[in-house]
């Protein structure tokens, strides 16, 4: 599996803004969007393009397009559906599946509730967003279900990652013949007791959807 950190200041300066506890979830939703579009503009440096002939008011030239089958971009809900917008400003004709998973908060086991996306994923790139890469288990679930549909290759839009998670994606996938990549804005520095991210943003869907309580 590959990691990337998008190390940028806008990123950095964008981030810090959704970590602080301050920011209403308006601001929040605003600066998810923003931020996944910045991270998906690295996330998509390896889609598929065919060459095309294209004439300029001057002359005939070679170009590209989006390859055909079209990417698939799948939200893990609720958190992930707040980078949807995002990353289809980016890619306008993906098609879009969609996974419901939540972890148990005590286990912190992910379950699956809802999942709508083609059964056959042969030769498809899937995009996954999820702004959380925690312990890892809902993003490994995410990825093999992916993966076993057919997919090419699986890439992870994650806003924020825990080191424990990266370590145990990287494990899940060591063997695998797909390539499987994440990316995000920050890799922090550690899990607390209850599975949150530290320093992390909180609970990514509550700041979201205004359920914080
Ligand atoms: O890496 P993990 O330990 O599996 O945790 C990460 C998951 O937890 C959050 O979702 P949550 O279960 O809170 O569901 P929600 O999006 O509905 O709030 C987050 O959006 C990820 O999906
Ligand atoms: O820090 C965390 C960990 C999991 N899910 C979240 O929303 N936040
Ligand atoms: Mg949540």
Known sequence: MRIHVVDH?????????????RTDSPTFRRLADELVTLLAYEATRGVRVDPVAISTPVSETTG???SYPRPLVVPILRAGLGMLDGMVRLLPTAEVGFLGMIRNEDTLEPSTYATRMPDDLGGRQAYVLDPMLATG????????????RGALDVTAICLLAAPEGVEVMQEAFADTEANVTVVTASIDERLNEHGYIVPGLGDAGDRLYGTAG
């Open 9 to 21: 200041p806008l990123v950095a300066h964008k981030l810090s803004t959704l970590r602080d506890r």
């Open 64 to 66: 590209v397009k989006l």
């Open 137 to 148: 288990g809902t993003l490994i679930a995410a990825t093999k279900l992916l993966l076993e």
